[in-house]
């Protein structure tokens, strides 16, 4: 059985931290041993049988601290349970239909070897960073559109597959 995860993430204003922390808190009722951490601050994967990783999407890029993490635990990431998801979409559209990963996220998926990526619904309110997205908020845009039963059905099937698989070696 698989008994340490990893879920990383990317976050400028905290949302997708949440989304991560819900995941962790999920994974943790299956009688997983989680630790939720900023991907920028992880130095090693080496400890962990199973990693979750996830970004938030700023002009359709994933969150540059998810996209350095893939890149510099490439090698430990191989061989390992993997998933991935995104936090973005402004709008109800992550609860309605299955979105995509954008062009970056798919290539670090083929190249890891991850099983399953998702896409969630994003979270942009008052006193946000950063002026662009200052300006969507105060365009009246903005709006927290995470969905936490399908993020924690997810989270689920994940458990679900872990609490039956042998650890990685």
């Known amino acids: 059985m698989v008994s340490k995860v990893l879920v990383a993430y990317g ?15 999920v994974l943790r009722k299956e009688g ?3 630790e939720a951490m900023p991907a920028r601050s992880v130095t090693s994967v080496e400890s962990y049988d199973a990693v979750v990783v996830g970004g938030g999407l700023y002009a359709g890029r994933w969150h540059k601290d998810a ?27 992550a609860s309605e239909r299955d979105i995509p990963p954008v062009p970056g996220v798919r290539r670090a998926m083929i190249r890891l ?6 896409t969630f619904g994003g979270c942009l309110e008052e006193g946000a960073k950063g002026f662009i997205a200052r300006k969507i ?8 559109f995470r969905d ?22």
């Not at 996209?67 to 402004?90: I, N, Y």
């Not at 070897?113 to 998702?118: G, L, P, Q, Y």
């Open 148 to 169: 936490f039963q399908q993020i924690e059905a997810w989270a689920a099937r994940i458990g679900s597959e872990l609490v039956q698989e042998p650890p990685v070696s």
């Open 11 to 25: 976050t400028t204003n905290g949302s997708t931290a949440q989304i991560a922390e819900a995941i962790a808190d």
């Open 67 to 93: 996209r350095r993490f893939v890149h510099r635990h490439a090698r430990e990431l191989t061989g390992r349970p993997l998933w991935l998801f995104s936090s973005g979409p402004l709008d109800p559209s």
């Open 137 to 144: 908020v105060s365009s009246g845009k903005g709006g927290d």
């Open 32 to 34: 997983l041993t989680v």
């Open 113 to 118: 070897d991850a099983r399953e990526h998702v």
